[in-house]
């Protein structure tokens, strides 16, 4: 994050340690070479950091690489307060007192004004959920631990990410981790030397960039948000640093034409790494490791030798550049709350028109942010050390009252009115009904973590698939309680219960090939279960693309599931029209698979998706007074276009007696609403969230289920379907 000191020592010499020999004095010949002198290329740098991130922010796909500027950062930042650590130390000035109130300077003022407006508009604009979750973004800010929460928190009841307003700060609570240990240990570590302390910073560096870099494949949201994965980055800045106490590195490379042209290209060679990193990585790219190698070198190359007379130095010091940098850290502070809450308030996704004026409005509220807020409390004539922290405590005290009183409240319900509150019981019910908690995928499934129905009956049949079958589970358990029946839930978050196949853009921790494996050799073994339901996101897992309604609703770009075949090597992945066609065909022989083991297999077609948070859309209408006429639906014509290569794919299996195929859009479009796919009924949501259905709707399936396996014979079995 762009929260680093901004430099402006005009008199570097330093002085006063027996590790370091004098500094040259500096000459009318030369300019002085110190790191520590203002730098104006160094503020384009941040400029070059902040404005692909905003980008990335608001959703504009050319900058899917746009991420990366926070490892621009991480990189600068570390450079920078390293520089002053040993600018001090050498001079004998070093206090750790001073350097957090520096911090604190830096950080807390332009963080809490933000925070503070964020709170009317999420008083209006969050439903109750959101705002519990909000406050939780209140406690964990001021502490510094944001990174945490957002590693913890993610769940399918939680907001989009695109919705929350405080994402962001994730980085400020990695830099202030790491500034918090780091300038005690360099204190300790002095006395072994420059050299040596030098030396374990790279260790440190290293081994900080391995982990990263096995956790990349393995533990992906612990890779991206945690202190120990990002240390590397910072590391690089501060190896930086102790490499040019001495002298600068482009003076190492000594005067004349040949060094000159040696800055150059080295710089030049930065830049093209920052600039290929934002070209070519994607949200699917594990990250960060070595995939963060081509932007955090490109920005020490740049820090070590692009100087203010090189090329790219030039280039970063032209005036409109070095002015966006200097507002960069307010305005990385303010842009996620505005994308955030222009999509709370909406019912649509915003257009692109409107998000580029939003970067716009960024910029503006950052050079006033800078102007009078910034500015004042970094002057210490103005705000004492005493002042700004006691600003600091009491500012930090008050957010994390808020969020404790959000928390508690559970997001003032009562705000919304009685639909509103209505209509997320729904949510809540769903929520409760679920079997809660993550199976362990390591141990071996059974038939008896998670049962519904007739508690007294054995279980006689298995729900098999992902968070889609987990939806329908529930609802088809209460069927099977009028029965006698009693069923079992065999389910995997974002795997479909299709045999060798993986996903390809998940880590190894993800097993979805292991446990259905397991998952066949189980019911196969188990002769009292004669019934197996399989349900999936089907479509999501053929076309690995998110779901756009093209009416507004539009999932996030993120929401890709790169379903492979686990036996067809690597020749999937330059042709995804074979990859496509060896899912499909691994779908048919893991239905023949189950059919050819004598027992009686449903097969679910894909729920009808919705682009839209349901119950949030729902919320919004019912807050304006302008719920649709005949409620709020999707296109049944988008449906169809959207699975049609699935619909088919299914289709395709050839028929069995014992083989079921259910429609779940012949129940929930065209029946409901002409041409339409009924989202809500009764004024109640028939889904949870984006595409999962709620109880109410997961009822309309499991009825269907029911009536075609109440058929005595294979000849009074069916399919729903036009």
């Excluded at 204190?187 to 072994?192: C, E, I, S, V």
Aim: hydrophobic letters at 45%.
């Amino acid at each position: 994050m762009p929260g680093a000191s901004f430099i402006l020592a005009r008199n570097p010499t330093i002085a006063g340690d027996p590790n370091l020999p004098p500094s040259p004095a500096p000459s009318s010949a030369r300019p002085n070479p110190h790191p520590l002198a203002y730098r104006p290329e160094v503020d384009g740098l941040r400029a070059l950091a902040v404005l692909p991130v905003m980008l990335f922010h608001a959703g504009f796909e050319w900058m899917a690489g746009g991420f990366v500027g926070v490892d621009v950062f991480f990189v600068i930042s570390g450079f920078l307060i390293t520089s002053i650590i040993l600018r001090e130390r050498q001079a004998g000035q070093f206090s750790l007192l001073r350097f957090y109130e520096r911090r604190a300077r830096r950080i807390l003022p332009a963080l809490f004004a933000v925070m503070a407006a964020c709170l009317p508009f999420a008083w209006l604009w969050m439903t109750a959920g959101q705002l519990r979750e909000f406050g939780h973004s209140l406690i964990a800010v001021p502490l510094f631990a944001a990174n945490l929460l957002f590693w913890r928190s993610s769940d399918y009841f939680a907001a989009a990410a695109e919705e929350k307003p405080l994402l962001h700060t994730w980085s400020l609570g990695v830099e202030e981790q790491y500034y918090l240990f780091f300038p005690p240990l360099i204190l300790m570590l002095w006395r072994f030397g420059l050299a040596r302390v030098t030396a374990l910073v790279a260790l440190a560096a290293l081994g900080s960039l391995a982990l990263s870099e096995w956790s990349a494949s393995r533990f992906q949201a612990a890779n991206f948000y945690l202190p120990h994965t990002r240390a590397w980055e910072l590391l690089l800045g501060s190896l930086l640093a102790f490499l040019s106490v001495r002298e600068p590195l482009h003076r190492r490379l000594g005067e004349g034409p040949g060094p000159a042209l040696a800055c150059n290209l080295l710089a030049a060679l930065g830049l093209a790494l920052i600039v290929a990193a934002l070209a070519t990585l994607e949200r699917s790219t594990p990250f960060p490791g070595i995939h963060a190698l081509a932007p955090t070198l490109g920005t020490a190359l740049i820090l070590g030798f692009g100087h203010g007379g090189t090329w790219v130095g030039r280039l970063l010091s032209l005036r409109g550049i070095v002015a966006i940098g200097l507002i960069s850290y307010s305005a990385y502070l303010w842009h996620q709350p505005l994308f955030a809450f222009a999509r709370l308030y909406s019912p649509n996704a915003p257009d692109s028109g409107v998000l580029s004026l939003l970067c716009l409005a960024t910029l503006a509220l950052a050079g006033l942010s800078w102007r009078f807020v910034e500015q004042p409390f970094r002057d210490r004539s103005r705000v004492s050390r005493r002042g700004i922290l006691l600003f600091g405590t009491l500012g930090s005290l008050l957010f994390i009252t808020a969020g404790t009183v959000l928390h508690l409240s559970g997001g003032f319900p009562e705000r919304s009115g009685q639909q509103v509150r209505q209509l997320f019981q729904e949510l809540r019910h769903t929520k409760d009904e679920m079997c809660g908690g993550e199976v362990d995928r390591d141990a071996p499934p059974t038939l008896h973590q998670c049962t519904a129905g007739d508690p007294t009956a054995p279980v006689s049949v298995a729900v098999l698939g992902d968070s889609h079958a987990e939806a329908l589970y529930w609802a088809i358990g209460r069927e099977l309680a009028t029965r006698n029946r009693r069923g079992n839930l065999l389910t995997y978050s974002g795997c479909p219960p299709i045999l060798d196949t993986y996903r390809a853009d998940k880590d190894a921790s993800h097993r979805c090939r292991q446990y259905n494996s397991a998952v066949f050799e189980l019911v196969t073994a188990a002769p009292g279960v004669d019934t197996l339901i399989l349900a999936a996101r089907w479509t999501l897992y053929l076309e690995n693309t998110p779901f756009d309604n093209v009416e507004g609703g539009l999932e996030p770009a993120q929401d890709g599931s790169l379903l492979a075949p686990a036996d067809a090597g690597e020749k999937w992945r330059d042709d995804d029209s074979l990859r496509r066609r060896l899912v499909a065909e691994h779908i048919r022989a893991t239905v023949t698979r189950y059919l050819a083991t004598g027992k009686t297999l449903v097969l679910v077609y894909p729920v009808p998706e919705a682009g839209w948070h349901v119950p949030n859309l729902m919320a919004r209408h019912l807050a304006r007074g302008e719920m649709p006429a005949g409620g709020v639906s999707t296109d049944h014509g988008r449906f169809l276009a959207r699975n049609r290569a699935t619909i088919a794919a299914l289709d395709a299996i050839p028929d069995h007696p014992r083989l079921v195929r259910v429609r779940p859009d012949a129940l929930l479009c065209d029946s409901l609403i002409p041409d339409r796919c009924a989202l809500a009924l009764e004024g109640r949501p028939l889904y949870f969230d984006e595409d999962h259905l709620s109880l109410k709707g997961a009822a309309l399936v499991a009825a269907e289920i029911a009536r075609l396996l109440d058929g005595p014979t294979g000849d009074d079995r069916g399919s729903t379907g036009p």
